[in-house]
């Protein structure tokens, strides 16, 4: 029986422990009952390559060649998405789309007498000007909130004559906010599934006295603050 692409990529993602299920504390502390490891595709060149190739197949049920000029992801994962997930649409469309990426740019902000690191998302190395009238599909690693496609999506719009496709994404993990309709272009998941983000005391696995992980995620932080409140 064949697999669809989707079902492919969701064994992969977890034979993998890039999705790994479990009672996990988050950056905010609220409690999840999945744990995303996102960097893990792209430390790994065979799940690097598998993913991608899935990405590519993804693309490919939804546009074709002539579609697509160039693809654009945010250095240093999504990037690499792109650039993987193009060579495999070259083997299929007999000519790969080409690429480009965005950077962060860490900068000190200050504001009264509070300095903290805010980034800037910015085009180097020329790529702005390469994509003067192209027609481009935005590529992303993981959604959550989408702020970082959105910000990609703000950036791209800013350059000339410039047409967005839509956008591929490896993982969404809130399909229920992040929609097509919500980004205002269209988006492709190759996984889509939506996690719970529990309140700590409105959190079941909590309630049934499932241990926290503390080998991922916050959760070390959390039980040694819950040693001392006792
Ligand atoms: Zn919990």
């Known amino acids: ?56 197949e993804k693309v490919a049920s939804g546009y074709e060649q002539g579609d697509i000029d160039a693809l654009v992801g945010i250095a240093p994962c999504s990037s690499q998405l792109a650039t993987r997930t193009a060579e495999h649409l070259g083997d299929m469309w007999g000519k790969a789309p080409e690429i480009a990426f965005a950077e962060k740019t860490p900068w000190l902000s200050t504001r009264e007498d509070t300095s903290t690191i805010d980034e800037t998302l910015e085009f180097k190395r020329g790529f702005a000007a390469k994509l003067v009238g192209k027609k481009v599909l935005l590529v992303e690693d993981i959604l959550n909130t989408a702020g970082s496609l959105i910000d990609l999506r703000n ?76």
């Open 155 to 230: 950036l791209v719009s800013s350059i000339d004559d410039i047409e967005i496709k839509g956008a591929v994404v490896e993982f969404n993990r809130s399909p229920s906010r992040n929609t097509s309709e919500s980004l205002g272009m269209s988006l492709l998941s190759l996984v889509s599934r939506e996690m719970a983000n529990h309140e700590l005391d409105d959190c079941p696995m909590c309630e049934q006295g499932i241990p926290v992980r503390t080998d991922l995620g916050h959760g070390a932080r959390f039980l040694e603050e819950q040693a001392k409140r006792r």
């Open 1 to 56: 029986m064949n697999k669809s692409i989707e079902n492919r990529a969701e064994d992969l993602l977890e034979e993998f422990n890039v999705v790994v299920p479990g009672h996990f504390v988050g950056t905010k502390g609220g409690h999840l009952d999945t744990y995303v490891q996102k960097d893990v595709t792209i430390a790994d060149p065979w799940l690097l390559k598998e993913i991608t190739g899935l990405m590519a």
